[in-house]
């Protein structure tokens, strides 16, 4: 059975934030804005001496853009305490003229967080402690009460904190998720699910099963399933002369592997993990308008 969510169709780019040439870096996300995409996004791992800090990058890009919205891809919860993101997350939406969204995750590479101070957590107790990082984040959002926070979780806690900065648009909580509890989380909490394709057992058609987890959890939340965007990660996409998979051929057989992916599963954000500006240039100027326009006439 096809599901279209009816979201707007987001086009991002997925930029390593390599340390040895951070120009380069910075120069891809300022060609995704100027080839037209509406999303530049990196991943975040501060364990990982080969990369950039991922929050000050952010921040560096979005002084030298203008119109291209920022994420991480996703940020790591366990090394980044939830209150100090909330307020990160709400400054840099204010000093970028609200093109800032949030994408989260629970944790990974646990040995690595350990090394650098993190708290080790086990799979249960990740989920658990994002879903609790999530409450902080909203309650410190929520400028439209007066009172101070409270919050007596088993990893977070809110003691009379104040809230705000009011951020300059309604910030987005995109989670990347793979599992059940996690999928759970994201229809009851999230505004986003944000996994990597290939790291669905059965790629996209895994989709059918996981999106109803996300619905079945939205709906028991008393949400509706078209609440939570949908988003994807697609690692290594090649344009070549023959198709010889997803996102590995012909302008064409993207455009078609994308739309049908928009209107036959929901998906509305459509992320290319790519460094090369000629990908990320093409892509922009031959797929992502080519889908917007199958998706509105199917729409219409």
């Not at 934030?17 to 995409?37: F, I, K, N, Y």
């Not at 809230?163 to 909490?189: E, Q, T």
Request: proline share 6%.
């Amino acid at each position: 059975m096809s599901i279209d969510y009816r979201h707007d169709l987001l086009f991002g780019s997925f930029v390593t934030p390599t340390a040895h040439d951070p120009q380069h870096t910075v120069d891809l996300a300022v060609t995704s804005e100027r080839a037209g995409l509406d999303l530049v996004t990196f991943q975040d791992h501060p364990y990982q001496p080969a990369f950039l800090d991922t929050w000050t990058l952010m921040s560096y890009v979005a002084a030298r853009t203008e119109r291209i919205a920022l994420s991480g891809n996703v940020l790591n919860l366990p090394l980044r305490p939830p209150a100090v993101l909330a307020q990160a997350a709400t400054s840099l939406d204010l000093l970028s003229g609200g093109r800032f969204e949030l994408g989260l995750g629970a944790g990974a590479f646990w040995d690595a967080v350990d090394a650098m101070g993190g708290r080790r957590l086990t799979p249960g107790q990740a989920v658990d402690a994002l879903a609790e990082a999530i409450e902080v984040i909203r309650q410190l959002w929520d400028t439209e009460q007066r009172d101070r926070t409270h919050l007596d979780g088993e990893y977070y806690r809110l003691r009379g904190a104040k809230r705000g900065p009011r951020a300059a648009h309604p910030i987005n909580i995109w989670v990347g998720a793979y599992k059940p509890r996690m999928l759970a989380l994201v229809g009851r909490a999230a505004d986003g699910w944000l996994p990597s394709i290939n790291y669905l057992d059965g790629g996209p058609a895994a989709l059918p099963e996981l999106n109803e987890r996300i619905d079945d959890a939205a709906q028991a939340a008393g949400r509706r399933p078209a609440d939570i965007r949908r988003l994807l990660n697609f690692a290594t996409p090649r344009f070549s002369q023959s198709s010889a998979g997803l996102l590995n051929g012909p302008a064409g057989s993207w455009v078609d592997q994308l739309s049908a992916l928009a209107l036959e599963h929901g998906i509305s954000g459509f992320i290319i993990a790519s460094d090369d500006p000629r990908t990320i240039e093409q892509y922009a100027a031959e797929v992502a308008p080519a889908v917007r326009e199958i998706v509105a006439r199917e729409r219409a």
